[in-house]
């Protein structure tokens, strides 16, 4: 398991840790509870990204890296996947519970996601944004992101590719 704190936001702290195959369930309800109610994405987009727990377990299985974190509790509140690609490292797929977002959660993850990527000497990390989420979009500037282009991902959806360049840490 790979953890990583940060993402100090109103004194609460965020660990993000990478989940394994005996999270999909979680994730599958996860996943549910958040796209199904996702209103800024067409409706077949909304029911594609639900996925179905067996969908996770092949996608952990071909390479996808599903990142996340938990309440005290213990249940998992929020996740995104991770590819790493020929040098580059791709974040998708960020799926935060309603109730917990605001918490720094998505900053944690968004900082985990370039520590990864730096570690493992990728020369960039790259995301796919709604044109509509203005939040987001201010999120990825803050950590360095920088829109580098515009396609139509889904029918009637349009999205912005961030990419930033990787630096050695240490």
């Not at 952990?60 to 309440?71: A, P, Q, T, V």
């Not at 991770?82 to 960020?94: I, P, S």
């Not at 985990?112 to 201010?138: G, R």
Request: hydrophobic residues 30%; proline residues 1%; aromatic residues 12%.
């Amino acid at each position: 398991m790979h953890i990583f704190k940060g993402g100090i936001q109103s004194l609460f702290v965020v660990t993000v840790e990478e989940f394994t195959e005996k999270d999909a369930e979680e994730l599958e309800e996860l996943f549910k509870k958040v796209w199904s109610v996702s209103y800024d994405y067409p409706a077949e987009w909304r029911k594609k990204r639900q996925l179905k727990k067996e969908e996770i377990t092949k996608e952990m299985n071909s390479g996808y890296h599903f990142f996340g974190s938990r309440n005290e509790k213990g249940e998992i509140t929020g996740v995104y996947k991770l590819l790493v690609t020929e040098e580059d490292c791709f974040g998708e797929h960020q799926s935060i519970l309603p109730g917990y977002t605001g918490k720094g959660i998505a900053s944690a993850m968004y900082e985990q996601f370039i520590a990864y990527a730096e570690a493992h000497k990728c020369k960039k990390n790259y995301v796919n944004i709604l044109d509509k989420h203005e939040t987001l979009k201010h999120l990825v500037e803050k950590f360095g992101f920088s829109k580098v282009g515009e396609f139509e991902q889904a029918k009637g959806m349009k999205v912005q590719r961030y990419e930033r360049e990787c630096h050695e840490s240490g």
